[in-house]
Structure formats: structure tokens, C-alpha cells
């Protein structure tokens, strides 16, 4: 089925640097939302952006709806080892009502002490 | 429980064996989805049901595969003569759709080994 990109697949970083991860899309979307998902668990809601150039935060978390409607960015800052776990962006588009999402393939997140 | 409940957590059976999964949504919620995540994947989305509407189909990756909404709230995904692709986590999720733009809530999935 059809994915997003999302940029970086992976990443290594250490206790206390900032994150950064983006998704793109050839399709516009008129809602991005941001999930984490760890191990052996459903993915868990982080962050919802519902207008075009929306910058919301929810903690150590920001995340901005593209004003063009076919990229997100998500930011952690000041990153922890619970924050290890794999990211999901995820965009529904204009021809759905409260129908299917569209998944990016994923970043996977590793903290370090 | 408050959340998306799944069952069973795990499953494993033989190739050609016919399985089901069960979904309770979160009471209330009126739309209900079932996606596919293989093994470092992402989620690709296989079915949605919403109140009586008709469900979008549209992802199921072949006839082996069909899902039943009774009542509007239970789901059951079943999976007829199994074969090994079909191994991967079978997460559900759920969603009041009073408007649209609702975020979905997620199971913890049920994961399916085809041996």
C-alpha cells in the first residue's frame, strides 16, 4: 500500500540532544498526526496538526503541518532514554471523512546515558 | 478497559490454517480500522468500518482476507488458508467520527506467526 518518506530511518543519538525527523508526501493531506510506538504496543498519539503551517508542542515535543500540505516535522528536545521507540508520521487526506491514515515506514529512535 | 482491546496477543498455527482476530473498540467510538504492520514496517491500512455504512474494503491484499463488525462495536478480522506472508502484527483502532478530523486510538496488536 501506498507510504510516506520518512527521513532518517534510524537514529543514534545521546541523553540530551535535540531530535529532529520530517515526513513527505506526493499527496496533499489535510491532517498530520505524529505516533510512537514501542515494543510489543499499539502506536500511541503524540501530537495532531489539523491546519497548513500549524506549529503545536506537547512538552519536549513540536511538530508543524507544512504549509504546502505534503510535509511534517516532529522535534524532541532534550532527548531522554524513554523517549526510545519508533516514530510514525501519519497523514489523511481530503477524500476521506474519517477514513484511513497513510503511515510513513518509520524512525527509529535510540538513546544513549 | 479503556483502551482498544485485542485478542489473542499472540498467534501462531500452520500454514493453511484459518484464523481470527478479535477487536473491542473503545466504548462509544464509532468507526473502527484494522491495519497490517510487518516485521520494521509501517502500517498499511486493510479495512474500515463506520456506524452501518458499507466498510471501505479497499485494503484487504487479497479474498483470503474479510472482517465482520457486529452490533457496531466487536470487530473480527479473519484470515482463511493462511500462508507465510501473512505473518505480521494485526493492530486495530478505533475513533468517535462525530467529526472528522478525530485522531485514531490504537490496540497493542495481535501478532500472527505462520509456520
Known amino acids: 500500500g501506498q507510504q510516506l518518506n520518512q527521513s532518517p530511518q534510524s537514529m543514534f543519538i545521546q541523553e540530551g540532544e535535540d531530535v529532529s525527523m520530517n515526513c513527505t508526501s506526493s499527496?496533499?493531506?489535510?491532517?498530520w498526526l505524529w505516533y510512537k510506538q514501542d515494543p510489543g504496543e499499539g502506536p500511541v498519539l503524540l501530537i495532531a496538526?489539523?491546519?497548513?503551517?500549524e506549529l503545536t508542542s506537547n512538552g519536549r515535543l513540536t511538530a508543524q503541518f507544512g504549509i504546502t500540505r505534503k510535509d511534517s516535522f516532529l522535534n524532541i528536545s532534550a532527548s531522554i532514554p524513554s523517549d526510545v521507540g519508533i516514530y510514525f508520521c501519519?497523514?489523511?487526506?481530503?477524500?476521506?471523512?474519517?477514513?484511513?491514515?497513510?503511515f510513513g515506514t518509520g524512525t527509529r529512535l535510540q538513546v544513549t546515558l | 478497559g479503556a483502551g482498544v482491546s485485542q485478542s489473542p496477543s499472540n498467534k501462531v498455527t500452520e500454514k493453511g490454517k484459518d484464523v481470527e482476530l478479535r477487536c473491542d473498540p473503545i466504548?462509544?467510538?464509532?468507526?473502527l480500522y484494522w491495519y497490517r504492520q510487518s516485521l520494521g514496517q509501517g502500517l498499511e491500512f486493510l479495512i474500515y468500518?463506520?456506524?452501518?455504512?458499507?466498510?471501505?474494503k479497499s485494503g484487504l491484499p487479497s479474498d483470503r482476507f474479510s472482517a465482520e463488525r457486529t452490533g457496531g462495536s466487536v470487530s473480527t478480522l479473519t484470515i482463511q488458508r493462511t500462508q507465510q506472508e501473512d505473518s505480521a502484527v494485526y493492530l486495530c483502532?478505533?475513533?468517535?467520527?462525530?467529526?472528522?478530523?478525530?485522531?485514531?486510538?490504537f490496540g497493542d496488536g495481535t501478532r500472527l506467526s505462520i509456520l
Open positions: 483502532a478505533s475513533t468517535f467520527a462525530g467529526t472528522v478530523n478525530q485522531p485514531q486510538h
Open positions: 499527496s496533499i493531506f489535510n491532517t
Open positions: 496538526l489539523y491546519k497548513a503551517g
Open positions: 501519519a497523514g489523511r487526506d481530503f477524500t476521506g471523512t474519517a477514513s484511513k491514515l497513510t
Open positions: 466504548s462509544g467510538h464509532t468507526a
Open positions: 468500518f463506520q456506524g452501518n455504512s458499507a466498510p471501505d
